[in-house]
């Protein structure tokens, strides 16, 4: 699907306690850059905070996105965990899913959050967060994908057979000055969203801001910025 034949604002799914999932469409381009933040609230609010500025900063400034691209902006995947406050819980769905462990590339029945086990869901694509994001990737194809994180400080491409995300990574850690690393390896992450996107051959990455409060618009601004040249350049 061209993301030019989308409304301007649309609800591509609902949460498990019903909530809606809402995206924001902007430019007229044939490719489409994915956004997506609020994977996990509680302490990563931060991300759903910079997904609203960049919609307004898009809906002011339309002619900062190149003529060629579409940009599609998931400010909250999670609204349930939202709803939870700044607290560990709200890191997880109303099931207590962790949804970035919840995806269809090395997902594994144990996983993990630093030290602590968390849920991955009951199968790959368990929980109707995941579905509906998963739905709304394969419909649109899009020509990137980011999902926004926080407190990590790096840059990191989903990798899970396709290996299609370290050029897209790199152009995103370059503009932006989150250092680049290959893999996270600072614990195990299984079944996570830019894996499953890259092994669709769509380059993904995992953006992880330097702080749990700022939401570091400038800096996220100017790498979008740097990947819609990119993508221009290398359609």
Known sequence: MNATLLPEAFIFGTSVEGRELNAYRFGTGNQTILLVGGIHTGFETNTVRLLNELRDYYAATPNDILPELSLVLVPVLNPDGLEKGRQISGRFNANGVDLNRNWGCGWSS??????????????????????????????????????????????????????????????????????????????????????????????????????????????????????????????
């Open 110 to 235: 144990e996983a993990v959050f630093r030290a602590t086990p968390v849920s991955p869901g009951s199968a790959p694509f368990s929980e109707p967060e995941t579905v509906a994001l998963g739905s709304l990737i394969q419909q649109l194809s899009p020509a990137a994908v980011l999902f926004y994180h926080a407190a990590a400080r790096g840059v990191f491409p989903g990798n899970c057979g396709k290996i299609v995300s370290d050029g897209l990574a790199q152009v995103y850690s370059a503009a932006s000055g989150y250092p680049y690393t290959s893999e996270f390896s600072d614990y195990s992450v299984t079944g996570s969203a830019p894996a499953w996107v890259d092994s669709l051959g769509i380059p993904a990455i995992d953006v992880e801001l330097a702080s749990a409060d700022d939401s570091e618009f400038t800096r996220n601004v100017n790498a979008i910025r740097a990947v819609m040249t990119w993508l221009t350049n290398n359609p």
